[in-house]
C-alpha cells in the first residue's frame, strides 16, 4: 500500500482545489442549464434570460479549461468526444431556434450520460483505445 505525501494530505492540494472548483463551477453549469431549458420550454421573452444563457456559456468554457488542465488527453477520450457532441448540440439549439428544446434536451441527456458512464469508456481514447492501468496512478487521475 503506497503512503500518501503531505500534500496529498491536504484539502489544499492542487489536485483537490481543481475537484473543488470543478464540482462548483458543474453544480452552477447545471443549475444555468435547468433555468435555461425552463424558459425555452415555457417560451419565455429571451431578454429575461440572456444573462442566464451567458452564465451557461461562460460555466461551460470554465468547465472546458478545467478538463484541459486535469487531463491533456480528454479531446480524444469518450469524455471529450461527448462533451464536444454536447456543444455541438448547444450550438445547434442556437443557429436553429425551432428545433432549440428538441437539441437541448439531446445536451442534457448527453451531458448526464457522459457524466455519469463508466470509466472505461470516459478514459477510452480513439487514439490510443483503452486506458492503460498503472499502479498508483488511477487513484490520482480517477474521475
Known sequence: MQQKTEQQ????????ILRWCNISIRTLHIACAGVSLGGIIQQQPDAGSVGWYFA?????????????????HWPHRGK???VQCHTLLA??????????VVFIWLALILGSVGSHMPRRYRHWSIFYGPEKKEMGKRAENSG
Open 80 to 82: 471529450g468526444l461527448l
Open 56 to 72: 451557461l456559456v461562460l460555466t461551460g468554457v470554465i468547465l472546458l479549461l478545467l478538463e484541459w488542465l486535469h487531463d491533456r
Open 91 to 100: 450550438a445547434a439549439a442556437m443557429l436553429l431556434p425551432a428545433l432549440s
Open 9 to 16: 494530505k491536504s484539502p489544499f492540494n492542487n489536485t483537490a
